[in-house]
């Protein structure tokens, strides 16, 4: 790759990844122009389109696919060569963050990640958007988002998927529910109950198909929007949710509503991080990854955290 500035792979990782001029010109601090002018030269030197427009953006070649990796690989050594004098200080340097949570990640995980910035990130801030999952993943090629969690496993090249922590579900039903007694709730029991399940672009879809698997769905009499909704229908009726089980315990502690377990086992759900890949984050992003990392892989043990806290390119 003789004579091959490496100004030029870095647009190409970029385009690569985020699949956008606009997002790549706005990461290397560039106009748009001298980005679609790199993406020429690009083109001429490998004798290959590269990218090919499309609905959702640019989409790799064959050959671009061949070229990413080893680019990538030798942008990412160089990178790591150099961050020591690129670091993010938070005590010291402003920073503001764009997440997109679900309604239930701002009731039960903001407040986890808000009051450890407190204390150890005193001049971060964030700003929190509602996580759709059909829109989160171009909203982070797009740059308008910096990170987002979720539970349904997403697959792109273009992010990057960190394993948080897994939970299993439960039951949660108001804390004097007329029959529903004990710590769990027997099968009869759930197929006599009247139901309330979220349905909306949260993708919480799991409890929904619980119930489709046995034969419950026309059990439910309310389809809320969000899971924060929940506790409050719960507490003044006498319906029955599932919710994983982190939830149920914050939910228990400020409404008058308590957990159950459930008659069977139910696959457990594994919430993650997804950010852009490692070449695309500016130093406060990288800082921002390790932040949340740590923070939310504290909710379970270690025991039960992903083997070394890996990465894994979704796709």
């Keep these: 790759m ?24 706005d990461t290397l601090h560039v106009t748009q122009p001298t980005v679609s002018y790199s993406l020429a030269k690009l083109r001429r030197h490998f004798d290959d389109e590269l990218f090919r427009r499309t609905g959702r953006g640019l989409t790799p070649t064959a050959g671009a696919r061949r070229l990413y990796e080893p680019l990538q690989r030798a942008l990412a050594a160089i990178d790591a060569t150099i961050r020591q004098a690129d670091d993010f200080d938070p005590t010291t340097m402003p920073g503001r963050f764009t997440l997109a949570l679900s309604d239930l990640g701002e009731a039960t995980l903001l407040p ?20 759709d999952v059909d829109e989160a993943e171009s909203q982070l090629r797009r740059g308008e988002l910096d990170a987002f969690v979720a539970t349904p496993v997403l697959t792109s090249h273009r992010t990057v998927r960190i394993p948080l922590f897994q939970e299993r579900y439960v039951a949660m039903v108001a804390a004097d529910h007329p029959r529903v007694r004990g710590h769990s709730v027997t099968a009869a029991q759930l197929a006599a109950e009247r139901h309330a399940t979220v349905y909306g672009p949260s993708g919480h879809v799991l409890p929904r198909a619980v119930l489709a698997a046995h034969g419950l769905l026309d059990r439910v009499v309310v389809d809320a929007t969000r899971l924060s909704t929940l506790p409050y229908v719960l507490e003044q009726t006498d319906l029955i949710a599932i919710v994983p089980e982190y939830v149920a315990e914050v939910f228990t502690a400020s409404h008058r509503v308590r957990p159950v377990r459930l008659p069977f086992e139910t696959e457990p759900i594994e919430v993650a991080l997804y950010v852009r890949h490692e070449s695309s984050r500016s130093p406060s992003q990288r800082w921002l990854v390790h932040f949340m990392a740590g923070v939310l892989g504290e909710l379970v043990s270690p025991a039960q955290l992903p083997p070394g806290g890996r990465e894994h390119g979704a796709g």
Excluded: H, I, Q, W
Aim: net charge positive.
């Design 2 to 25: 003789r004579n091959f500035d490496l100004n030029l792979a870095r647009v190409f990782v970029l385009l690569y990844e985020t699949g956008s001029v606009t997002a790549t010109a």
């Design 112 to 131: 986890r990640l808000v009051a450890a910035a407190r204390e150890r990130a005193p001049r971060v801030s964030f700003a929190v958007r509602p996580f």
